[in-house]
């Protein structure tokens, strides 16, 4: 059972905190996805990685960077979270042919 | 740009009923999509998907329709309970074209359907 989970349910933080947000997977997939879910926009890709220390930038990049230094962890971060960041985010997995698997999210508040 | 669009927020429906979800998508390169369920503080969960050489999916209570030429799908859910009460995405996979897309999705906006007891 393919499992994918993210360093923290929710997070609160302050304008210009830098923000880590963790991702995790068990089942060796070679490709991680970082969105954001608002509402009425759904999900919006923010960065993805097909390989270790490889990434692409998605459709709204904006504001985040992201790391992928083993193959089994992702992270992104937010280099000075805003307000307008404030969202969840929801990490992904998948296989090159296979369907993308989603952790629980992450409900960042920024205040 | 909203390559994938589902027009109707919400959706409610008596239980026992028909749940029919809609999807429009503009980009021709799409080939397969994917219908996602997704409960409140759960990332969202794979329901099912159609290639496009298919009109026609279907697993158990769900099923999905395909109509290439009018860039149109939909997922038509019989009967509905309400544990499908939930937000459903419609998300979209370009053709590899040479080279990969990395199952790179495309999502549209969600929808929220409550099936009323």
């Known amino acids: 059972d393919v499992k994918v989970t993210q360093s923290s349910r929710y997070l609160v933080k302050r304008t210009g905190e830098k923000v880590f947000l963790e991702c995790v997977q068990d089942?060796?997939?070679?490709?991680m996805f970082w969105y954001r879910q608002d509402p009425g926009l759904g999900l919006r890709l923010i960065y993805f990685?097909?390989?270790?220390?490889?990434?692409e930038k998605g459709d709204i990049p904006e504001g985040y960077s992201v790391s992928r230094e083993k193959k089994e962890r992702f992270s992104l971060i937010l280099e000075s979270a805003s307000t307008n960041q404030t969202s969840m985010y929801l990490c992904?997995?998948?296989?090159?042919?296979?369907?993308?698997?989603f952790g629980p999210g992450t409900r960042l508040t920024v205040l | 740009d909203q390559q994938v669009k589902q027009n109707s927020p919400s959706l409610s429906v008596q239980e026992g009923r028909i749940s029919i979800l809609n999807c429009d998508y503009t980009?021709?390169?799409?080939?397969?999509f994917l219908w996602y369920k997704k409960y409140p503080a759960e990332g969202p969960t794979f329901l099912i998907s159609?290639?496009?050489?298919?009109d026609k999916n279907e697993d158990g209570r769900f099923t999905v329709f395909l109509n290439k030429s009018a860039k149109h799908l939909s997922l038509h859910i019989v009967p509905s309970q309400p544990g499908d009460s939930a937000v459903y995405f419609c998300?979209?996979?370009?053709?590899?074209?040479?080279?990969?897309?990395?199952?790179?999705?495309?999502f549209g906006q969600g929808t929220i359907l409550t099936v009323h007891p």
């Open positions: 992904a997995s998948s296989s090159p042919t296979d369907t993308q698997y």
């Open positions: 159609i290639s496009s050489i298919k």
């Open positions: 980009n021709s390169m799409f080939d397969y």
């Open positions: 998300a979209a996979l370009p053709s590899n074209a040479g080279g990969t897309s990395y199952g790179k999705l495309t």
């Open positions: 990685s097909y390989d270790v220390k490889m990434k």
């Open positions: 089942m060796d997939h070679e490709n």
